[in-house]
């Protein structure tokens, strides 16, 4: 039952340092006690996300804890200085690990094969979300939320992860001092432990605005280490950057198609999104907005990708029509925007753009 009335008490030192204490605030006492009546009235309802927040000492572990002790809670991994799928344990394909890293908003190939500690703190969290999710076969608690990592990376994780969460249909609980997420985790459920309130929410998380610009060749040295195949750039491509509240977020560059059946084609040279903010459809959406500049030109524009998130995102996009599924697309060019492309060695697939997004 999500209700509970428990005591949690712990015995007194009786060192000489800690009467000391005790004799200078007057708080001779043999133990140390707490009690805790807590109501969380969720039995009868349906939720995927709850979040109990408060600041520090209010008890927000040990409610978690007493109220949910059939749930897992997670405090941290062990990681080795291997890369990071390797961490997952032999029990797990490099394609289930791929694939839920992704799912999670970590589509970085190069960062899977980093050690954990070489991450950044908004990848750690979500490589162990991705590691608890994998792992745990019941509804998780997830100790000290978001507290390590730059808050602005906190709400676009904290959005990212609910969208997952909510795609599986699992149940998390997430700890946190920082109430600043609420809003961008949508919880149905939030439990106050600075006021021992309860209260149901579930309102739609603000807007993320972004703004879209020309950019300079220069400026691809910010982008080129996420990317998730070459740091390679064409000089000839135009360049457009997508920045959250004035942070460099995501960049985009189109090439001229070289086919002569397809003098009215454009496609996308180089796609990335920074690590902190994928698994939010900014990539997608921002593809979007420029696809839909060349449309009103008179231009197609199109995408070949082995990226799963990309592949997976598009297939479901009504914007786009997949116009080969994913296969080795045999490459002879040996000039052009093409040539020395390992296109060939790896599953890719073609999509062009359409229309808006519905």
Not at 18 to 40: G, L, P, Q, T, Y
Not at 102 to 130: H, I, T, Y
């Amino acid at each position: 039952m999500p209700s509970s009335k428990f005591v949690v008490e712990s015995k007194a030192s009786n060192s000489f340092k800690a009467n000391k204490v005790k004799s200078m605030f007057d708080c001779d006492m043999e133990f140390i006690r707490k009690e805790f009546d807590i109501d969380i009235p969720i039995e009868n309802s349906d939720w995927n996300i709850g979040l109990i927040i408060g600041a520090s000492g209010t008890g927000k572990t040990t409610i978690a804890k007493n109220v949910f002790s059939d749930f897992d809670l997670f405090q941290g991994y062990e990681w080795s200085n291997k890369s990071i799928i390797d961490d997952f344990g032999d029990d797990y394909t490099a394609k289930q690990i791929t694939e839920i890293l992704s799912k999670v908003g970590f589509a970085s190939p190069p960062d899977w094969l980093k050690p954990f500690s070489v991450l950044s703190n908004g990848q750690k969290m979500r490589a162990e979300l991705a590691r608890l999710i994998l792992n745990s076969d019941k509804p998780f608690i997830y100790d000290e939320f978001t507290s390590v990592v730059d808050r602005q990376v906190a709400k676009m994780g904290s959005a990212a992860i609910q969208k997952f969460i909510r795609k599986q249909n699992k149940q998390f609980i997430a700890v946190s001092c920082h109430s600043d997420i609420e809003e961008w985790l949508e919880p149905d459920w939030v439990y106050d432990c600075n006021k021992m309130e309860f209260y149901r929410r579930r309102l739609r998380r603000p807007e993320i605005e972004c703004s879209i610009r020309k950019a300079n060749q220069t400026e691809w040295s910010q982008f080129k280490d996420f990317h998730y195949l070459s740091h390679a750039h064409n000089k000839s491509a135009h360049k457009y950057i997508c920045s959250i509240a004035g942070e460099l977020v995501a960049w985009c560059s189109v090439l001229h198609f070289p086919h002569p059946h397809m003098k009215r084609m454009k496609r996308v040279h180089r796609i990335v999104v920074k690590p902190d903010y994928q698994g939010l459809g900014i990539g997608n959406a921002f593809m979007a907005e420029i696809g839909n500049i060349y449309k009103k030109d008179g231009f197609r524009f199109s995408l070949v990708t082995s990226s799963p998130a990309f592949i997976h995102g598009l297939k479901s996009n009504k914007s786009w029509i997949m116009t080969r599924k994913p296969s080795r697309l045999q490459n002879t060019a040996k000039s052009g925007v093409l040539a020395g492309s390992t296109s060939d060695q790896r599953l890719t697939a073609s999509f062009e753009y359409i229309g808006i997004d519905n």
